[in-house]
């Protein structure tokens, strides 16, 4: 994925400003005595973690090698484990450097019958270049927290809810060919591939979800969710609204402060499927920059804390029992 640095000349000042107020009178969801009583089993941090691992130990999931069509048959049979429909959309996409590929969106329905749907997404691929790297920038690497943490995460949530039984209807994608983009941004709309097929031509006609929430990077060590600015620009209400349900939960890492546009799956579900998406990605303010290992050989299994997998995991199954309790 891609910051967009138009934003920096104007973002300096504002994130100076926010964190030198209080946050604003946000206003925090309802909780409901159906809510409060409802018992989440836990989310299991060791489960999500071993999720993250059995991608990595498949290898990078670069797009056209043996380990990528690997991965995808093991997420497709993961999710049908939870008696989930799932299905592979295929399509044929041409890289920024006129690779072709066939491109494959694993996409798993829960209560296909419910109209009121919640849409969950991640992307499922490696970055074929550690191109932030100064040595070997031209190899792969792990992308234990990019791409693997939200998958993991997600699997974790479709096991859960097998058990939660929520009455509300909840899809899950992995994207594809997410991070074969142009770093340099010579190329227009070189990212999130996969998300730009799946946002063209949907899985299923009439798809109309109440919103959505992509996941990246949400597996590193101390990490920072800033309210993410693309988010910001098309769906605040949603951002705001998990945001608040998150630091209700405790989860300070969630911070109110806005961080750059980025450039990731979301993008394209707002601006070309029309559906109000959210990207919930760990963005390092004082950096100003994601985390360490973004686009870098370290990127491995030490660059993941199962308790931040566990977070994330967390705030999503309260949004879904949230939901289906107002429903
Ligand atoms: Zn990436």
């Given at each position: 994925m891609l910051e967009d640095l138009k934003w920096f000349s104007v973002l300096i000042p504002f994130v100076w400003l926010s964190c030198n107020n209080k946050p604003t009178d946000e206003r925090i969801p309802e909780v409901t005595e159906a809510f409060k009583q409802l018992d989440l089993p836990q989310v299991n941090a060791d489960s999500a973690f071993e999720f993250v691992r059995k991608q990595v130990d498949f290898g990078p999931r670069v797009p056209g090698t043996a380990a990528h069509a690997a991965c995808a048959s093991w997420i497709e049979g993961k999710m049908q484990s939870y008696q989930l429909e799932t299905m592979i959309q295929h399509g044929m996409v041409t890289t920024y450097d006129g690779k072709q590929f066939d491109l494959k969106n694993i996409i798993s329905t829960y209560r296909p019958e419910l109209k009121r749907r919640i849409l969950l997404c991640a992307h499922w691929d490696t970055r074929p270049f550690a191109d932030r790297d100064d040595d070997n920038s031209d190899k792969t690497f792990d992308g234990a927290n990019?791409?693997?943490?939200?998958?993991?995460?997600?699997?974790?949530?479709?096991?859960?809810?097998?058990?939660?039984?929520?009455?509300?209807?909840?899809?899950?994608?992995?994207?594809?060919?997410?991070?074969?983009?142009?770093?340099?941004?010579?190329?227009?709309?070189?990212?999130?591939?996969?998300?730009?097929?799946?946002?063209?031509?949907?899985?299923?006609?009439?798809?109309?979800?109440?919103?959505?929430?992509?996941?990246?990077?949400?597996?590193?060590?101390?990490?920072?969710?800033?309210?993410?600015?693309?988010?910001?620009?098309?769906?605040?209400?949603?951002?705001?609204k998990v945001w608040s349900l998150a630091r209700n939960l405790g989860y300070t890492m969630f911070i109110n402060n806005i961080s750059p546009e980025t450039t990731d799956d979301h993008l394209y579900i707002n601006t070309i499927a029309g559906i109000p998406c959210i990207d919930i990605v760990h963005y390092n303010l004082t950096k100003m920059d994601y985390m360490d290992c973004h686009h870098r050989h370290c990127d491995d299994l030490t660059n993941i804390d199962p308790l931040t997998l566990k977070i994330a995991g967390h705030v999503l199954m309260e949004v879904i029992h949230q939901e289906a309790v107002k429903g």
């Open positions: 990019d791409g693997a943490s939200g998958v993991a995460v997600l699997i974790e949530v479709a096991r859960l809810i097998g058990q939660t039984k929520p009455e509300i209807g909840v899809d899950f994608i992995f994207f594809d060919l997410e991070d074969y983009g142009d770093a340099q941004g010579q190329t227009e709309n070189s990212w999130c591939l996969g998300a730009q097929y799946w946002a063209k031509n949907k899985h299923v006609a009439g798809y109309n979800p109440i919103y959505g929430i992509l996941l990246d990077m949400v597996g590193g060590h101390n990490p920072v969710f800033p309210k993410e600015g693309t988010s910001m620009k098309y769906a605040s209400g949603i951002v705001n």
